[in-house]
């Protein structure tokens, strides 16, 4: 199982960036995909995730949004009025399931977005 993330880059506070992560590999099912994030001497912490329904962190509600395409097999953030307090390492993530294959969490290497003026 390998999860590849685009999107990531350098912008300016108040500004967009869009993340996007594909899940490849022989697998059952997905339960659930979404980003966690670092930020510099910080813990991984959530940004969103979405399965059933969705969930934020408080920090990028009513800013980010998370979207799934099943058949693609890809999440996507949308980070919009971005802050400099964004700035981080965005990791992909996805729980598998299923009776075949592989299943638990799975993580991508990581993208880099940095909001800065």
């Known amino acids: 199982v390998q999860l590849q993330a685009s999107g990531g880059g350098l912008v300016q506070p108040g500004g967009s960036l869009r993340l996007s992560c594909v899940v490849s590999?022989?697998?059952?099912?997905?339960?659930?995909m979404g980003w966690f994030r670092r930020a510099p001497g910080k813990e991984r912490v959530l940004v969103a995730v979405v399965n059933s329904g969705t969930n934020y962190g408080d920090s990028v509600k009513g800013r980010f949004t998370i979207s799934r395409d099943n058949a693609k097999h890809m999440v996507s953030l949308e980070m919009n009025n971005l802050k400099v307090e964004d700035t981080a390492i965005y990791y992909c993530?996805?729980?598998?399931?299923?009776?075949?294959?592989?299943?638990?969490?799975?993580w991508g290497q990581g993208t880099l977005v940095t909001v800065s003026s």
């Open positions: 590999g022989a697998f059952n099912y997905i339960i659930e």
């Open positions: 993530y996805t729980d598998l399931g299923g009776t075949w294959g592989p299943t638990g969490s799975y």
